[in-house]
Every structure is written in structure tokens, then in C-alpha cells.
């Protein structure tokens, strides 16, 4: 929208510039001996707003060159961040489905760098009990419990949840 009105904007600067160098179209005289450039108004001001574009578009493209390692850095830390919260939703699906083994991979491949990385940690821990892996689970909800120490009792309830399923009851309690 903004580049239609530029361009209307544009338009009617030339056409009344257009106008007024047809009634006195006046002169610009550059001397410098042994020259001397002598062009109508309206032709050097055509060519001035012509070289002032280029100018500012070659400085928008050193601006974007010099700029271009950081905002590939940013690029990649937002394309990390989304196959991460990609992979979570792959791992819950499996999850839901039952597949505990594609579930844990899933989950591992994100993990910690989601948008959720708490719900990563727990989703593997699932997935670890349920293949039988009770050292994964618990390794699984330690470090949920270091990276996440503001959810510690999300975290422990799920750990009780999780070992009252193993039948380890004592440990639950």
C-alpha cells in the first residue's frame, strides 16, 4: 500500500515539475574552466533525484551486508527454536500413539530448546518409563529439575506419578 502511494506521489511530482519547466523550463550553469554544463532545471533535478537513489540504495545494501552475520544468526536460533517445538509435537504424537521408542527420539532432539522445555523433559521421561529405561526417566526429571526449578512441583508430582506406575510405591511416597 505504502509503495502505491509512493508511486502516485512520485507521478505527481514529475507531472507538475513537467509543467512548470514547460512554461519557464530555466537553467542550471555549472562552470569549471575549460567546462561548462548547461541543462534545463527539470533535467537536473530528474538526474539529482536519480544519483540521491542510487546513493541511499547502496547504502541500504552495505547497511544489509554488514548486518547479514547477525541476522543469520537470528535466523538460525528462531529455525533451532521451531524444529524444536516441531519435534515436541512429533514426540506427543508418538506418545499418544504408543510409540515410546520414535516418542523419546523425538523429544530428545528438541530438548531444551523448545518454547517447552519442561514439557519436553516429562514427555521423555514417559516415554523412558514405558520402554523400561528407569535410569533415563530418572536422569530425564533431574535435569527437568535443574533447568526448571520454578516448576519443581510439577516435577515431583510427575516423578510420583511415574515411579507409583513402576509399582516402586515406597519411592512415590
Known amino acids: 500500500m505504502t509503495a502505491i502511494v509512493l508511486v502516485l506521489v512520485a507521478l505527481a511530482a514529475a507531472l507538475t515539475l513537467g509543467l512548470l519547466a514547460q512554461e519557464d523550463p530555466g537553467y542550471v550553469l555549472i562552470s569549471r574552466w575549460p567546462y561548462e554544463v548547461e541543462v534545463s532545471l527539470a533535467l537536473f533535478l530528474a538526474g539529482l533525484v536519480l544519483v540521491l537513489t542510487v546513493f541511499y540504495i547502496l547504502i541500504r545494501i552495505l547497511f544489509r551486508v554488514f548486518r547479514a552475520p547477525r541476522d543469520l544468526h537470528h535466523w538460525q536460533a528462531r529455525r533451532r527454536h521451531d524444529q524444536a517445538d516441531r519435534a515436541t509435537l512429533i514426540g506427543y504424537a508418538r506418545l499418544i500413539e504408543g ?14 530448546r523448545g518454547s517447552t522445555p519442561l514439557l519436553q523433559y516429562l514427555g521423555a521421561a514417559y516415554a523412558a518409563q514405558q520402554r523400561g529405561d528407569f535410569e533415563a526417566r530418572d536422569r530425564y526429571l533431574s535435569v527437568a529439575r535443574e533447568e526448571d526449578p520454578e516448576h519443581l512441583e510439577a516435577i515431583e508430582i510427575t516423578r510420583a506419578r511415574l515411579l507409583e506406575r513402576a509399582g516402586q ?3 512415590a511416597r
Open 99 to 112: 510409540e515410546w521408542e520414535e516418542a523419546e527420539l523425538a523429544l530428545n532432539e528438541g530438548l531444551g
Open 169 to 171: 510405591i515406597d519411592e
